[in-house]
């Protein structure tokens, strides 16, 4: 009869063992489940409260231990966004195209491209530039050109995007900004006397950037520099072109004529003193056209835009002697 209570007693042991053993397992997947969302919630944390450093370290220390995990590729797109507001664009762009690379068919692999777009055009930019209100047409083009680009990527592929609209709205920014900074260098070109160059600057923005504010700056440029180089047909022709489309510009008359400047460079006499200091000082006035304040509707919109940014009249002025000296410090 002792028989039962030993066998009892038996399979009260081997059950107790099996459930041990299988609680271990259990265990060891219910803390690794636990220790992954902990992480995720921490960082989430993190990113909520701004504090973008530790929100990468989470982040990083997630996807590292937890490739494969439910929260890895959602980890991977918040690491682009971390890196980004971190203003750490190098790093931003590199996480986007590693989460293009690995997941090109994911649901939110839109969300890489648009973000690849945001952070090329801020990549390079200085703590002042990212802070003070800078003129941003004036910066190398590179980035903004790289930037168009990778929008226009996102539009190719997703046109149904969410990211869509916006990609299209800075896209037109882009363009404006490019097709701006093409004047710029027009008006740097008249200062050194290359009439040329100004006139296939002027004319690479009115053939490729047609409905961009600069376009008649574009055609301005053209014309004041055919006149330079004494080809007056083709200064007339963009003249024309100039009082028929945009009779408001600043270069004209009222009557549509233009305000041509007085004389070239090459034809100024040059005193000692411009020739010691090479042109530095007694520069002759040279043209210099941005008319931003009437054909761009920010400026229109906004005129602190424009007294922040926009190339005044004064500047094509010529300096003072002591303004020159101290490369601007004093007026």
Known sequence: MRVYPILAALMI??????????????????????????????????????????????????????????????????????????????????????????HPQHRQVDYAYYMKGLATFTQGKGIFERFLPTDLTRRDPGPARESFSHFAQLLARYPNSIYAPDAKKRMIYLRNLLARYEIHVANYYFKRGAYLAAANRGRYVVENFQKTPAVPDGLAV??????????????????????????????????????????????????????????????????????????????????????????????SKQKSLANRLSFGLFN
């Open 222 to 315: 053209m014309t004041q520099a055919y006149k330079f180089l004494g080809m007056e047909k083709l200064s007339e022709q963009n003249r024309t072109v100039l009082a028929q489309n945009f009779p408001e510009h600043p270069a004209l008359n009222d009557d549509g004529s233009f305000r041509y400047a007085d004389s070239s460079i090459e034809e100024e006499d040059k005193s000692w003193l411009a020739t010691l200091t090479f042109g530095l000082l007694e520069r002759p006035d040279t043209p210099a056209y941005d008319s931003r304040e009437i054909y761009n509707s920010v400026y229109l919109e906004d005129p602190r835009v424009a007294s922040q940014t926009t190339t005044t009249s004064a500047e």
């Open 13 to 102: 042991v081997l059950l107790s063992g099996c459930s041990l053993f299988g609680s271990k397992d259990d265990q060891a997947s219910a803390e690794e489940n636990t220790t992954e969302k902990l992480l995720y919630d921490s960082a989430q944390s993190f990113l909520r409260s701004g504090q973008w450093e530790s929100a990468i370290s989470n982040l990083q220390l997630l996807e590292e231990n937890f490739p494969f995990g439910n929260y890895a590729e959602q980890a991977q797109l918040e690491l682009i966004y971390a890196h980004y507001k971190n203003f750490e664009t190098g790093a931003a762009i590199a996480s986007a195209d590693r989460f293009i690379r690995l």
